[in-house]
């Protein structure tokens, strides 16, 4: 059998633990047998990033940037106990949050739907994908307490004089909090939504609280429909899609009674509770893929989860584990399927496709990882181990590559 051919390498950053384990099973059983891969290889696993002072993770930013698309295995993100688990130089910051500042990207989360997992929500028949934007608001706001009577303003200094605005006058203890965003990354988060909505061809919403907000989430508003106009307005209607704008709350609602199968475009604290939501309802993190996407097109595949370390110390241990490797699959296939689509490897798309459909029939037939057992509603369904798991989707992509 002749193996589908590459033109551009992808960036590959192996990373840590359980998923580690399971990066190289997948490449090994799914991947190598059937294309003649090529990657360009980072270990952000936490000891080369210790090694090379996190440069590692860096110069993976820098490669998604000159070849277009990466992959990318769950990592660790260090903390004390880390720190004498692996007895680190220093504490190494996400490197997500690294690559996702490199590439000034937002981060769209989409469940993976299955036959026998029913979402919590009836009417949900396609997967509904949260973006959500990683700047600012809350995250990087500065909180006061008062205790005794006085007045906040807000203060604004500049070379053309000082504007203020009274906050509040305080006649008695309370809490005051100051918050705000850039343009710039108010626009990067918009551009990468449309981006990302005609790659995929799926209408986009947008929402906040612009009705009580008139100047903070009204930024957001005008910055959105701005660009739309100026920049997307006759690619989404040549394309067949729409973006809508809607008040937060009136977006909850829609959704809730939605079929599902569009982006949801939130501010970054509407995000952090709502993909949170959206991945209990559908089912399971496991379940859920995750792509960050700058606003010039480039693109970075991972699974939403970590790495998964109870299990790894099972493995550790000696014991067979029954880690869910789905989303980790569908990372490999999203990103094979998008630099495919822009190498022009219809081959290596249909590829993609197919391991994608034979991981979902695999779970169909009733085999797959405890986590989704639990869940399942088939009559007849068993508990596999990741590597049978993943040795039964290889024998269902070779019935259908046949
Ligand atoms: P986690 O790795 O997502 O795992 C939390 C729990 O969720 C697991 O113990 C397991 O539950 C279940 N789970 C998650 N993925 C699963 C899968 N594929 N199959 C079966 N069960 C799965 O989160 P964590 O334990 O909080 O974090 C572990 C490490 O991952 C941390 O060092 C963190 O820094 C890192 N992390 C990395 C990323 C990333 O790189 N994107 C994201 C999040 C966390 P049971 O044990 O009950 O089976
Ligand atoms: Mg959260």
């Not at 993976?112 to 997967?127: F, Q, R, S, T, Y």
């Not at 709350?249 to 939605?258: I, K, L």
């Not at 493995?315 to 399927?337: C, D, Q, V, Y």
Request: with cysteine; hydrophobic share 40%.
């Amino acid at each position: 059998m002749t193996k589908i051919a590459m033109k551009t390498p992808l960036v590959e950053m192996d990373g840590d633990e359980m998923t580690r384990i399971i990066w190289k099973m997948i490449k090994e059983e799914l991947l190598l047998p059937f294309i003649d891969l090529k990657t360009e290889y980072y270990d952000l696993g936490l000891n080369h990033r210790d090694r090379t002072d996190d440069a590692v993770t860096l110069e993976a930013a820098e490669a998604i940037k000159r070849l277009g698309v990466g992959v990318k295995c769950a990592t660790i993100t260090p903390n004390a106990q880390r720190m004498e688990e692996y007895t680190l130089k220093r504490m190494y910051p996400s490197p997500n949050a690294t690559i996702r500042a490199a590439l000034d990207g937002t981060v769209f989360r989409a469940p993976i739907l299955v036959d026998g997992i029913a979402p919590i929500v009836p009417n949900w028949e396609k997967p509904i994908t949260i973006a959500r934007h990683a700047y600012g608001d809350v995250y990087k706001a500065v909180e006061l307490q008062i205790n005794k009577p006085g007045t906040v303003k807000l203060v604004y200094e500049s070379e053309d004089g000082i504007g203020e605005a009274v906050v509040h006058r305080f006649d008695a203890p309370g809490v005051v909090q100051g918050m705000h965003n850039t343009v710039k990354s108010i626009d990067s988060f918009a551009r990468s939504c449309f981006t990302y909505a005609l790659e995929t061809k799926q209408d986009l919403w947008f929402a906040s609280k612009d009705t009580i907000s008139k100047i903070y989430d009204g930024k957001f508003k005008e910055e959105f429909n701005t660009i739309f106009e100026n920049e997307y307005q006759q690619a989404f209607a040549d394309a067949g899609i729409s973006y809508t704008y809607t008040l937060i709350d009136d977006a909850v609602a829609r959704v809730m009674r939605s079929k599902g199968g569009f982006i949801w475009a939130c501010k970054n604290y509407d995000g952090d509770v709502m993909s949170d939501m959206l991945a209990t309802a559908f089912g399971s993190l496991a379940m859920m893929t995750s792509v960050l996407v700058s606003p010039d097109g480039l693109y970075e595949f991972e699974a939403a989860h970590g790495t998964v370390t109870r299990h790894y110390y099972r493995h550790l241990k000696g014991e067979t584990t029954s880690t869910n490797p789905m989303a980790t699959i569908f990372a490999w296939t999203g990103a094979l399927r998008q630099r495919g689509t822009m190498d022009g490897l219809e081959d290596l798309v249909q590829f993609a496709d197919r391991l994608e459909q034979a991981s979902l029939q695999t779970i169909a037939q009733g085999k797959m990882t405890g986590d989704l057992t639990a869940l399942s509603s088939l009559a007849d369904k068993q508990t596999l181990s990741t590597k049978a798991f993943i040795q039964a989707v290889r024998a269902n992509y070779e019935t259908l590559a046949q």
